[in-house]
């Protein structure tokens, strides 16, 4: 049987499809997890739906607010029409208090507040495990210019403030996060847009009043159920996605 589409490219969480018309894609949020640059892997039933409902969240917010994303609309529980971008290869890291790799590097304890937000770039290259790199680098390399990387950081703070403020209202700490950068062109005038995907995959959620951590650290700690955990993000959002409400009341026997 022929293919429906095209598969343009499979990453570890999603695959993007060839879209309907010129300069679009479709992109498939898939329900597997991987840790430890995809040195574990798991499947999570219902994680795919929940990062898409999510993500469409965050990218309609942003686009709402004058922040430019790639972000179309959705197809279905787990597809999105995008537009297609030149991807920056570059992770850009957006960090308000110190976790992961940063807390470890400089021996912070996890949740120390930063003086300001820190936002830094990894080099997007899997068989080097995605290494830190500064700003010197990117622009040497020509990987970015140096004014794609002063409006990419621009960029990076405005999408910050919103999560920040709109996490902070359902009680939830953005710790940090990462996206991806995109370029598009409009009769040949580019622009940079935020890509890719925002959710609780590439970001640190923390309740505000327990510490619970509600993003991928509690597949990578194994702190419990992964999708209890984004499920409870996007419950609180208030954009659970029918179909995936979680059964944790045993059923009744009936005798
Ligand atoms: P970081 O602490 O550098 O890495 P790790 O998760 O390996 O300790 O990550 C900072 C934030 O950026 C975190 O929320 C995870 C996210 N991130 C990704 O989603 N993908 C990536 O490739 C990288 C480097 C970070």
Redesign the pocket.
């Known amino acids: 049987m022929a293919p429906r589409r095209k598969k343009i490219y499979e990453g570890k969480a999603k695959i993007l499809y060839e879209g309907p018309e010129p300069g679009t894609l479709i992109q498939y949020f898939k329900d597997d997890a991987t840790a430890g640059n995809g040195q574990r892997k798991e499947v999570f039933e219902g994680k795919g739906a929940l990062n898409s409902r999510l993500s469409e969240f965050f990218m309609t917010g942003l686009n709402a607010i004058g922040v430019p994303t790639h972000f179309i609309r959705t197809l279905n529980m787990r597809e999105q029409l995008v537009r297609q971008v030149e991807i920056i290869p570059l ?1 850009v ?1 957006v ?1 308000n208090y110190a ?4 807390a470890r590097r400089l021996g912070l304890d996890e949740g120390t507040q930063l003086p300001r937000p820190i936002v830094e770039f ?1 080099y997007k290259a899997d068989k080097l495990g ?1 290494p830190l790199v500064p700003e010197e680098y990117i622009v040497a390399f020509g990987w970015a210019s140096q004014q794609d990387l002063d409006d990419i950081v621009s960029l990076a703070l405005r999408v910050n403030d919103f999560l920040s403020g709109v996490m902070h209202g359902v009680g939830i700490r953005l ?4 996206i991806e950068v995109g370029r598009i062109w409009d009769n040949d005038f580019p622009s940079l847009v935020v890509a890719d995907e925002i959710s609780p ?4 959620l923390w309740d505000i009043a327990t510490g619970r951590k509600l ?1 991928k650290d509690v597949f990578r700690q194994n702190l419990g159920s992964l999708t209890d955990a984004y499920a409870e993000v996007a419950r609180r959002l208030g954009v659970l996605p029918q179909g995936t409400t979680h059964h944790r009341i045993k059923p009744t026997l009936i005798n």
């Open positions: 992770e890291i960090r976790a992961g790799s940063m990894c995605d710790i940090d996060f990462k995959d590439s970001a640190r993003d």
